[in-house]
């Protein structure tokens, strides 16, 4: 408490005093909040725990810093959003919290799974059916990263597939109509069907309990480390690509996966 209290004060004495934190808004440091979770995310694929914390309290200090900016409005303040989020998961905890707040008697608790399938039920009566399940999905969402909480909010609802292997027909299904539409003269279609491909293998993925964005991220990753192979050793025969055959490059391309690259 003594330290979070520490942090409202520096947050006070940067607006009131630093001529660049008070000439921010929140349209301007979003950019740099969405930097910032990136950030934090990062350190936990990398599972260090130094940067995390550093990145956490990043993350933290951008979040102070938009409470004290609509606290200046009028129209909240850091305690305001504290409040609401901590009736928020009162409310959608019942086998925690009582209506009240107090503590639940310890005793049969639904499984972590049961908790999840009814997530979004939960959700939706708290809003009072008033806000669609889909709703609160940002669209500046990357695409994958909306593909996926989209479909993690249809399985709370009940709407997912009843056994994981059913998936592949509706993968294989789209590979189809996606080599149907490669045939046609008609890039928007060809593009929606690519659309519906890519929708459909990190569905799959999910049911796998595969995270796509990380998987992706990894083979972003191991193509860099290969191709950087290819460069150094393409330079360091004298030669450039525009003089080699896709023969002779694929062979070095060979080398850096003997390697384990």
Known sequence: MAAFGRLLDVMDALRERCPWNAEQTMESIRPMTEEEVYELSDAIICADSGEISKE???LMYHLVFYARIAQEQGLFDIADSIES???KMIFRHPHVFRKDGSLVPEGQAPSAKEIADTWELVKAAEKNGNRSVMSGIPRTMPALLRA????????GCGFDWEKREDVWEKVVEEVGEVQEACGENDEEHLGEE???LLFAVINAAR???IDPEKALGDSCEKFRRRFSYLEENTLRKGLKFSDMTLAQMDEIWDEAKARGL
């Open 85 to 87: 989020v901590c009736r």
């Open 148 to 155: 996926l909480s989209m479909q993690e909010k249809a399985r």
């Open 56 to 58: 956490v309290g990043d």
């Open 194 to 196: 690519f659309g519906d």
């Open 207 to 209: 049911l796998y309990g």
